[in-house]
Structure formats: C-alpha cells, structure tokens
C-alpha cells in the first residue's frame, strides 16, 4: 500500500471535531478511511496530574500517553495495524473495547493536542483547526457532560473555568495560525465546509474521490 494521505483535526472542547470528522468521513467513502482518536489515550486515572484543590485536570498534555500514541500513529502510517482500548468516560481500560485500526490509504487523527506534539504535528499532510465561539463551546460541554457524564453544573463550570481555558490558551489556540485550514463551526460551517472539501480535493491522490 502506498503511502497514506494524513488529516490532522484539533480545536478546543466541544468545538466539534467530530462532527467535522464525520463530514469528511462521508466525503471520501469511496476510499478506505482510518480514524485515530487521541481520546483512545488517556493514562488510568491515578496517573493524572491534579489542581490546587486536588482535581483531576485531564485537560493538560500530560493526560495522554503520549509515547504509546506516537508509536501507534508510525504503525499506522507505516501500513501496519493497531490496537487500541476504545475510551469512555468513567470505564476502566481493561474493561472497555478492544479495537483494530487496520492501515488505510486515508487515516484521520483527531485530539485535543494533534497539533501540539511535534512527531504528530510533522506527520500530517493536511492540518485543520476547529474554531467556535467560547459560549457555543461551554453550552455544548455542559449539555454532553451533564447527559453523558453524571457531572453537576458547577462542577462543569469548574472545569472550564480552571482546566479547559487554559488548556485551550497554552496548548491548542498558539498553533491556530500554523494550520493548512481554519474551519469555522457556526453559522458559516456549511459554506467553510465547501471551501474546506474543495480545497482537499486539489490535494488529496485523485483514487480517494
């Protein structure tokens, strides 16, 4: 197999990166497709950093095992499969999904940090960075971590306020400037969205379409 074309996603919580993912993933049906999931690597909890008041802040570079995620992805990339634990919020690795990525001539990598570790940075062919409105972005966080993870508002308020801010302001906004593509997820996500799909289409190989 030859060489896979590699799609970099990365934004800040609740920015919609996997909506976009999804999108794209439609968009080149006609080719095989691999998803790599940063959230796939998180370190077991007793191996998280915490805040002054002892809370887990899983918002920080250091939440992902970075080394294990930087193999994976140069398997990947080299035609090889991998393995990985799916991750849900609150589940135990060892019980959670065992997955297969098998090697595709599209692999998409999506996280938090895709942009801020150097070796997945550098092997990407194709960068995009999801960005939306502060407010769109809590509103978004509040609803799926009340619904889906148990939390209370103010503990989401916290979190955002303490952990996910600053997260967003050291580690992911400083490499919005550096990206192939800013793709806007608001009003203009239909209109970016053409502009985007057009856009890989004069770069992706002429078999993915």
Known sequence: MSKPFV???CGGSGAGKTTLLQRLSDTFQNTSTAVFSMDNYYLPLEQQA???NGIVNFDLPTALDHQKLQNDLQELISGRPIEVREYFFNVQGNKSSLLTIQPSELIIVEGLFTL???SVFSALDFSIFVDVDHAIQLDRRIYRDQETRGYKRHEIIYQWENHVLPCYQHY????KSKVDFIYFNDH???????LLSEQLRTLVPDRFL
Request: proline share 10%.
């Open 7 to 9: 799609i970099g996603i």
């Open 50 to 52: 915490v805040d002054a």
């Open 116 to 118: 801020h570790y150097p």
């Open 172 to 175: 992911i906004e400083p490499y």
């Open 188 to 194: 203009r996500a239909d209109d970016n969205y053409l």
